[in-house]
Structure formats: C-alpha cells, structure tokens
C-alpha cells in the first residue's frame, strides 16, 4: 500500500538552528499537512497546504516555520530558528482530497529534539 | 474548552474479548467528521474508521465499530475479538472548519490499549 515517507526518523539539533523536515506524501494526492505531537499531549494541527499554497495554519504556525513543495513529490517544514519548546513529533499527512469524509495517511512522523 | 475528550489513559484488555474505546466531543457545527486513528509503537498514524456527522448508521469496518450517539456527542471505538496486535494508542479525532476543503483535525489525548494474552 502506498505511503506517507517521513525523513529523517530523529533529528537532534541546537537551539537557533535552522532545520527542514521531509516528507514526500503519496504521488496521487493534492492536500498536504504537517501537525506534531509534543511528549504526552495531544496531536496538533499545524499547517495544511493546497494547490501549492497555505490553505489553513494554527496559531503555532509562526513566522519562524515556512513549508513548501520544491519539486512534484516532496513536501518540506522549515523552521528558521528553533526552540526548546519546538521538541516534538512531526508528522506529515496527506488526503487525495479535502471532502469531508476523506482519511488522512500519516508518516512515521520526525521526532526533533531542541538541546 | 476541549473539543475531543478520551477519558482512559489506559486499558488492558485479554486477548479476543471486545473493548469499547470512549470519545466526546464538543461542537456547535452541525457538520462535522469524527476519526478513529491506531498509533503502534512505530509512530505512524493508522486510519481506522470515520463517521460522519449526517450519517444514518454507524460506521464499521472489519473489526471496528463506531457507536455514535449524537444527542450525546459520543463517538466510542468498538472493537471486537481484540488481538495482541491491537495493543497501540488509539486517537479519537474531529474534522474541525473545512476551509477551501482542507482536513483540520483536533484530536483528543488518545488511549493506550493494551491487549493481554
């Protein structure tokens, strides 16, 4: 079945440093998503993105996270300078479309630690 | 106010008895999509069964059944002949203003079934 690729698995970094995060979604679908689930709380919704463009973001979406489709298949979360509080799960998902039915895949998720 | 509660932390379960996962919900949209997803221990995101806010009957699909009672805003997962298998975290989740049809889902804090043999 196909799949949502999430790379890399762990991602350790230093507060202030930039770092991207990859996913490439499933090829036949058009809505893409990032959400992360902080250590024993819940999963939050962080960004969707359509037609090559943000279609919704949560407020935690600041200026310091940008996403973005560079080619046909991959699908990138920046964040400029992060913080101890950005230690989270990241994952990726994505819907062949955006009905009201329509089931998310999700990647293995990222697990990015701030020190 | 929370928008998805899951009141169980924790259940454990024997092997092949049923077990029925709690989910509330809160909202004033008459339109909306209640989600079940399966987090093993690897970390994905497994999509287990939806139910829709206008929908007749409950949702099935295979083992899973949602036992939806709208006038109480529930939306418990029922799964029957429980696997060793089936010990993962289980997320209830809400289909929260599709806008331009984007999928914005909040998802309550989860519960960590464990099935014993």
């Known amino acids: 079945e196909p799949e949502v690729t999430q790379t890399p698995s762990h991602q350790v970094t230093q507060m202030g440093q930039e770092v991207i995060l990859h996913c490439v979604p499933i090829s036949n679908h058009l809505y893409f998503y990032w959400y992360r689930q902080i250590l024993g709380q819940k999963v939050e919704f962080l960004v969707s993105?359509?037609?090559?463009?943000?279609?919704?973001k949560s407020e935690i979406f600041d200026d310091q996270f940008s996403v973005e489709r560079p080619d046909g298949s991959n699908f990138t979360l920046k964040i400029r300078s992060t913080k101890l509080e950005d230690s989270a799960m990241y994952f990726c998902?994505?819907?062949?479309?955006?009905?009201?039915?329509?089931?998310?895949?999700f990647g293995s998720g990222t697990q990015l630690s701030v020190l | 106010a929370q928008k998805i509660t899951q009141t169980q932390p924790g259940m454990f379960v024997q092997e092949k008895e049923a077990v029925t996962l709690d989910c509330t919900y809160d909202?004033?949209?008459?339109?909306?999509?209640l989600f079940w997803y399966k987090q093993p221990s690897s970390g994905e995101m497994i999509f287990l069964i939806y139910q829709g806010s206008y929908d007749q009957q409950n949702a099935t699909e295979g083992r899973y059944s949602l036992n939806f009672q709208k006038a109480r805003k529930s939306a418990n997962l029922v799964i029957s002949a429980s696997q060793l298998g089936d010990s993962a975290m289980y997320f209830c989740?809400?289909?929260?203003?599709?806008?331009?049809?984007?999928?914005?889902?909040?998802f309550g804090q989860g519960t960590r079934l464990t099935i014993n043999p």
């Open positions: 998902a994505s819907s062949v479309s955006g009905a009201t039915n329509e089931k998310l895949f």
């Open positions: 993105f359509y037609n090559n463009e943000i279609s919704e």
């Open positions: 989740a809400m289909r929260e203003e599709v806008i331009q049809g984007a999928q914005k889902l909040v």
């Open positions: 909202t004033s949209d008459p339109s909306y999509g």
